[in-house]
């Protein structure tokens, strides 16, 4: 299995709060992506990053913000918490020098209760 | 944009018959196409992909998907499921700019 951990793995937190969520990678792949996953919806996209300090959105990135300071870690935040951000949050990894076949591997997920 | 689609919300077998999970996709050049398993409680995990040559792929766990361009298709198969097997799947094309667009996915159950 890829080295891929998140943290928490488990958050319940009230609308209006700021909550971040971390992904911490021990591959050295250069590219991150943060998804959600909501039932009817599959997964989608909010972030990714395609190296140090290089972040571009995803198709539902509205209210999310990212930074990735080192290669192994990418921060997920969302500034003010609301209940539709209700989900369970996904990070993947991909090395993805020169190939976007590369495969995308993916952590355990953490699950988010907005009250 | 690419996109994909999942027919089937959920499908129910019997263990020791055949599954075949359909894929939809739109994207206007060739795709690179994926199907992931999630198990319950689980990350996903790749079973196999396609983005050249025969159009016939073999995955793991004894799945495999055949690309049909004239069908914008990448159907899911497997000629014997196990009680494992239950999960749910996903299928994703990318369009080769790094990103994923995954489907809504179908929930397997197997039936003893």
């Known amino acids: 299995d890829a080295g891929i951990t998140q943290s928490p793995r488990h958050k319940v937190t009230e609308t209006g709060t700021p909550v971040t969520l971390r992904c911490h990678q021990t591959?050295?792949?250069?590219?991150m992506y943060w998804y959600r996953q909501d039932p009817g919806h599959g997964l989608r996209l909010i972030h990714y990053?395609?190296?140090?300090?290089?972040?571009d959105k995803g198709e539902v990135s509205d209210g999310y913000s990212v930074s990735r300071s080192k290669t192994e870690d990418f921060l997920l935040t969302l500034e003010s918490a609301t209940s539709s951000q209700t989900s369970v949050y996904f990070c993947?990894?991909?090395?993805?020098?020169?190939?976007?076949?590369?495969?995308?591997?993916f952590g355990p997920g953490t699950r988010l209760t907005v009250l | 944009a690419q996109s994909v689609t999942q027919p089937d919300i959920h499908i129910t077998v019997s263990e020791g018959a055949s599954l075949e999970l359909r894929c939809n996709y739109s994207?206007?050049?060739?795709?690179?196409l994926f199907w992931y398993v999630q198990s319950p409680g689980q990350g996903l995990q790749l079973l196999l992909k396609?983005?050249?040559?025969?159009?016939l792929v073999q995955g793991i766990k004894g799945f495999e998907a055949e690309f049909k361009r004239s069908q914008s298709s990448f159907n899911l198969r497997k000629p014997s499921v196990h009680w494992s097997d239950a999960a749910e799947y996903f299928c994703?094309?990318?369009?080769?700019?790094?990103?994923?667009?995954f489907g809504a996915g179908t929930t397997v159950t197997v039936r003893a």
């Open positions: 396609y983005f050249s040559g025969d159009t």
């Open positions: 990053s395609y190296g140090v300090k290089d972040t």
């Open positions: 994207y206007g050049a060739t795709p690179y």
């Open positions: 591959e050295n792949h250069r590219y």
């Open positions: 994703a094309v990318g369009a080769g700019d790094y990103k994923l667009s």
């Open positions: 993947a990894i991909s090395e993805s020098r020169r190939d976007p076949t590369d495969t995308q591997y």
